[in-house]
């Protein structure tokens, strides 16, 4: 589940998952969400197989900044490739290496009304592997 919520200038996400799978997945939803790429596209492109597998290894000092950068990367494909995460297949939680594998789609950045910049440190709380509220730049 997550919350898209109110802030000044900014968008602020709240997650809340089950397992650390749905908390990734709700992740790319609401970063989704955020730039106006419906569910409905989505399951479009589920459903027609339309999409490319890569993985994202992270291999950061701990968890939060694991997340951290986990956001700045789905920025980095939406802003430098025009590579869109959709969704995941897979996690591999190793001691310090997570490798998470995603579903990319190539996309018009024109076409989308939101625009992310990058995720803030400020008010930045990932309490446990399944609960994070973070400021995104917008």
């Known amino acids: 589940m997550y919350e898209i919520l109110d802030h000044t200038a900014d968008v602020k996400i709240k997650i809340t998952s089950n ?49 951290f950068n986990f956001i700045s990367k789905y920025i980095y494909y939406l802003d430098a490739k025009a590579m869109l995460i959709i969704d995941i297949n897979y996690i591999t939680v190793k001691k310090e290496i997570w490798e998470i594998g995603v579903k990319l789609i190539k996309v018009d950045k024109k076409k ?12 930045f709380n990932f309490k446990s592997e399944y609960y994070l509220e973070v400021i995104i730049d917008v």
């Open 19 to 67: 397992n650390i799978f749905d908390f990734f997945k709700n992740l790319i939803d609401s970063l989704n969400t955020i730039i106006n790429f419906s569910e409905n596209e989505v399951s479009y492109i589920l459903n027609k197989k339309k999409y490319k597998n890569t993985k994202i290894v992270l291999q950061d000092f701990d968890d939060y900044q694991k997340v």
């Open 112 to 123: 989308f009304k939101g625009y992310l910049k990058a995720p803030t440190y400020c008010d």
